[in-house]
């Protein structure tokens, strides 16, 4: 350090005062400490703190004191964790100031990190400022087209944002209703194909059922989600994203079996092979059925469900596990007393363990449909532990989850709100 006199230096954040030696300073853990020791000139010195007393070589820095009392814990011992009673966030500004990052605090306070970012990000993710005093004045080349492109990213993605949003999800959400209606009145049998056609008349029917007003709304619908999805893709910021997003690849698992279809209807033709290919069609008309998941968008519940599943996947894991040990445990004790033992009563429903299983689950989740039940003494009692073990082995992970959905709840319909505000100030405009 070539700047100041002194053999120590002192460090003022927030009116704690903490002495290091110069030598000290060179390889602190701290980056924006270790950097007072290349400084040269006073002004190199308030680039790095806020302020500096010459007379008593000490640097002031307008600081959380007690969020540096714990960076300062990991400096001495190693390990970094949050200030009880102090934002995550803002704990998480004092380290980036001081040059740490997440990576440095503890397994627990991380995912305390993640989960409160998380929050933010669906918070403030989609609002981003349009103007202000900073962004008045003169706009950069190619600004209008990028707020061009913005409007209509938010016109096809938040169906809140604007009246043409709203005009649009509503168009979005009747074809998926028709589309929905037809696909149920397909199943009925009036409107199925009998069974016992011919190979021909099979060929003939599923050529012309494309041209029967059923086909012809079928057609309209997966038209309108193709140009739906077509220009969501164009306006969107990241392509590569925009694939990966969960309901974008719902909407391509639901528009691509259509078009497969009717390419399979065109090359099979008469062939021999239109019998399993007939098969492979009505699975994947039914796979229209993914269309109902559409819906999240447009709807804060759908939503709500698919953020909490995301956020709790360590809780819905936990409760697999707990399911899995149980099923094993229970199938086979359950196997051995009603058929495995030799008393005289074999019970043919617990043949085996995976037999078993079957019971075990519908037991566990008090379901009990009465198709198999322990028929022996010692099998009835095991019955009713695995039904009151089911009770509370389900109970125990539901807190978390519950707790979850309310907070994601609450958080979306904060941001429908927010941008109803942002309508009702496109209506006064």
């Known amino acids: ?29 701290l980056r924006r400490v270790s950097r007072l020791h290349g400084c040269l000139s006073e002004q190199d010195v308030l680039e790095v703190c806020d302020d500096y007393d010459r007379e008593r070589n000490e640097y002031f820095f307008d600081r959380h004191s007690e969020a540096f009392g714990f960076i300062m814990l990991y400096v001495r011992h190693g390990h970094l964790r949050f200030v009880p009673h102090m934002c995550e966030l803002s704990f998480y500004n004092e380290m980036i100031y001081w040059g740490l990052e997440g990576s440095h605090l503890d397994y627990c306070c991380q995912r305390r990190l993640d989960d409160r970012m ?45 009246v043409a949003a709203q005009v649009l999800a509503t168009v ?37 059922s494309v041209r029967e007003p059923s086909g ?16 969501r893709f164009i306006v969107s910021k990241n392509k590569c994203e925009f694939v990966k997003r969960p309901l974008n690849i719902i909407d391509l698992l639901a528009i691509t079996p ?18 399993r290919a007939g098969v492979t069609l009505r699975v994947l008309r039914m796979m229209r059925i993914f269309w109902v998941i559409k819906l999240a968008r447009h709807f804060i519940g759908l939503q709500t469900l698919g953020l909490t599943l995301k956020r709790c996947y360590r809780e819905m894991v936990m409760l697999l596990v707990f399911i ?19 008393l005289g009563t074999k019970n043919k429903d617990y043949a085996s363990i995976p037999a078993a299983c079957w019971w075990v689950i519908i037991s566990m989740t008090t379901v009990g449909y009465g198709d198999m039940c322990p028929i022996t003494v010692p099998g009835r009692i095991l019955g009713g532990i695995c039904v009151v073990s089911g009770i509370v082995l389900l109970a125990l992970p539901i807190t978390f989850i519950y707790h979850s959905f ?24």
């Open 258 to 275: 259509y078009y497969i279809s009717v390419l399979m209807t065109v090359f099979t033709g008469e062939n021999s092979q239109l019998q």
């Open 216 to 231: 012809i709304i079928e057609a309209i619908c997966i038209g309108w989600f193709t140009a739906e999805c077509i220009v």
């Open 406 to 429: 309310v907070q994601c709840y609450h958080e979306l319909k904060f941001r429908s709100a927010r941008y109803s505000r942002s309508l009702s100030a496109e209506f006064l405009n």
């Open 1 to 29: 350090m070539n700047f100041g006199r002194g053999p120590s230096v002192v460090l003022n954040v927030g009116g704690t005062r903490y002495s290091f030696s110069r030598e000290v300073l060179k390889d602190f853990p």
């Open 324 to 342: 899995c040990v149980a099923m094993a445990i229970f199938s086979a004790l359950s196997q051995l007393l009603e058929n495995g033992l030799d």
């Open 172 to 208: 979005s959400i009747l074809f998926v209703i028709v589309s929905m209606v037809v696909l149920c009145a397909s199943t009925l049998p009036e409107w199925r194909a009998p069974e016992n056609r011919s190979v021909e008349e099979q060929s003939r029917y599923t050529a012309e």
């Open 118 to 162: 998380s929050e933010t990000f669906t918070y403030y993710a989609a609002e981003e400022p349009s103007g202000g005093p900073e962004g008045k004045g003169r706009r950069p080349p190619g600004a209008e087209g990028g707020k061009w492109l913005e409007r209509m990213r938010r016109t096809f993605e938040e169906p809140t944002s604007s």
